[in-house]
DNA sequence: TTGAATAATCCACTATGTTGAAATATCTTA
DNA sequence: TAAGATATTTCAACATAGTGGATTATTCAA
């Protein structure tokens, strides 16, 4: 009974911590999210980001002109193709502060737990990734059933 | 290093779980949001909840106006002070489907650890969430520190 | 009991982001 | 190398949600 509530308030604190983040870098959701997906899976196609956002290419040209407006990306030909262009993370040092902060604090908050201990989080963290990653993909699939 | 990693998946996929519930309830960001704050803060009336979501009072008179249609929410009058609305929940099936899944694979998930884990683990929660809203705390001063 | 304050709503306007079609440039393949 | 396919951009609607001001109903205070 007490975990759920607990599970629901670190759940609602961090979407909470990620608006705020967007609130300061001067992003919708959408295109922190888009900043979010630039920064970990490095220079992507306009089109592999519309993809992975669900937005149509247009979209994505007007999404990656304000990323690029507010210097958290940049664009750059495709060597390979040139048709293509490859969207950059550009280390915005807002976002890198962000995190860096953050990371030390939680690096600091692990580091009173011993070995055993720390070893059951991490198997907890994993398990309720994969957990939130299945429930996600049942609530999608539900969602697409009814429609083709 | 892994720990960061594994956090900023935790991270996402909290975030990406929100994603789909409010897609699946066919709601915005914010209406699912408000949408939480009336399902938890109990019955409130449109000010509170316009304080709570830091929109003005005609902005959230339109938001109740798509949740009571949408069966989340509906409007009562307020019996202590006939100009004030009461919002209150409406039990909408669909939500409460969504969380009894993933609460049912949580506790199942949490039985497999004994008491010391399970301390260890609630007790990373707790300071997980603290460590998150002192975060969010800092970024939204952070944000209004050049304002006034 | 009258006048000021408060709560919610309505309305016109604005800001923002999205779509879809057309244009351009480049690549692929027959 | 010519025809068709693909990647991105541009532009003109369009949709959605939020703002600010006016309106109505009710409560509080002098």
Redesign the interface.
Known sequence: M???D?????????????E??A??LGLS?VDH?AL?VITRRGPLTAGALAAELGMNASAVTALVDRLERAGHARRAPDPADRRRVLVHPAGTPALGD?FA???R???A??SK?DE??TA???D??????A??????A???A??ERPRP
Chains 1, 2 share one sequence.
Do not use: P
């Not at 609602?12 to 990620?18: E, G, N, Q, S, Y």
């Not at 907890?124 to 990734?129: D, L, S």
């Open positions: 007490d975990d759920t607990l599970g629901w308030e670190l759940s609602t604190a961090v979407v909470l911590f990620h705020a983040v609130r300061r959701a999210k979010g962000v902060a953050l990371t604090e939680m690096t908050m692990m737990y055993r201990e059951a989080i991490l907890y963290i994993r398990n309720t990734i957990v939130l990653r299945a429930q996600t049942a609530l999608t539900a969602g």
